[in-house]
């Protein structure tokens, strides 16, 4: 295949690692645990090894940028800050409220996760604004993505052609420290082939945490 014609981006996306606050709030600031840390240092070791990003993104919440520090620190790299890539707002204040799934009763576009919040449509349209910008400013290149589980969700189903106004009636099993791995043709792959063509390589990956697995 021309990859200047038909350029690909290898997007991998990880889940921050476990994040933990002495109060027991759950929020923008909640910073990684000890088990977080190891995590975030365990994914450096191994994207670094065998992947070699050429770029680092990260939302700008805490638990994402610190999940992302040791790789940069590996490949010598600062990361590129996105608001774009924060949580959909649940309105969930605590890992309590967090594991009763309030998530669940939001499916339509429409729908909020608070009366002040963004939609789901809304949130899937910045959502893959931020991806089609990686893409077309990242041809032919790798791009590792610090993000959330909502996040990569809704990276996926930009990349299988969802629009923002599809219901959501489905999730993928995301742990802490999973990467999700796409490759991404804008143009396609081939002559008189689908204008736009997705690779899904793996989802919610976990194997290189062997023993430091966890959910939330």
Same mark, same amino acid.
């Given at each position: 295949?021309?990859s200047?014609?038909f350029?690909?981006t290898?997007?991998?996306l990880?889940r921050?690692?476990?994040?933990?606050?002495?109060?027991g709030?759950?929020?923008?600031?909640?910073?990684?645990?000890?088990?977080? $840390?190891r995590q975030a240092?365990r994914?450096?070791e191994v994207?670094?090894a065998?992947?070699q990003?050429?770029?680092?993104?990260?939302?700008p919440?805490?638990?994402?940028?610190?999940t992302?520090i040791p790789l940069?620190?590996a490949l010598k790299q $600062?990361?590129?800050m996105?608001?774009?890539?924060s949580?959909?707002d649940f309105?969930?204040n605590s890992l309590?409220a967090?594991?009763?799934?309030?998530?669940?009763l939001?499916w339509q576009?429409?729908?909020r996760?608070t009366?002040?919040?963004?939609?789901?449509? $809304?949130?899937m349209?910045?959502?893959t604004?931020?991806?089609?910008e990686?893409i077309?400013?990242h041809?032919?290149?790798?791009?590792?993505?610090?993000?959330?589980?909502g996040?990569i969700?809704?990276?996926?189903r930009?990349?299988?052609g969802f629009?923002?106004?599809?219901?959501w009636?489905?999730e993928?099993?995301?742990?802490n420290g999973?990467i999700?791995?796409?490759?991404?043709?804008?143009?396609?792959?081939i002559?008189?082939g689908?204008p736009r063509y997705?690779?899904?390589?793996?989802?919610?990956?976990?194997?290189?945490?062997t023993d430091l697995v966890?959910?939330?």
């Amino acid at each position: 295949m021309d990859s200047q014609q038909f350029p690909t981006t290898k997007l991998l996306l990880i889940r921050h690692g476990q994040a933990r606050s002495a109060d027991g709030s759950y929020g923008e600031d909640t910073p990684l645990s000890t088990l977080g $840390e190891r995590q975030a240092q365990r994914l450096a070791e191994v994207i670094a090894a065998n992947t070699q990003p050429t770029t680092i993104y990260t939302s700008p919440y805490r638990r994402a940028a610190e999940t992302a520090i040791p790789l940069c620190k590996a490949l010598k790299q $600062e990361p590129l800050m996105d608001h774009r890539l924060s949580e959909f707002d649940f309105g969930s204040n605590s890992l309590e409220a967090i594991e009763e799934r309030p998530d669940l009763l939001i499916w339509q576009a429409t729908h909020r996760g608070t009366a002040r919040s963004e939609s789901l449509g $809304e949130f899937m349209v910045r959502v893959t604004d931020s991806c089609e910008e990686m893409i077309e400013r990242h041809k032919n290149e790798c791009v590792a993505v610090f993000a959330h589980a909502g996040t990569i969700d809704a990276a996926i189903r930009w990349a299988v052609g969802f629009t923002p106004e599809s219901i959501w009636q489905h999730e993928f099993n995301l742990t802490n420290g999973s990467i999700t791995e796409i490759d991404y043709w804008p143009n396609g792959q081939i002559q008189g082939g689908s204008p736009r063509y997705a690779s899904i390589v793996r989802v919610g990956d976990s194997a290189h945490l062997t023993d430091l697995v966890s959910i939330i």
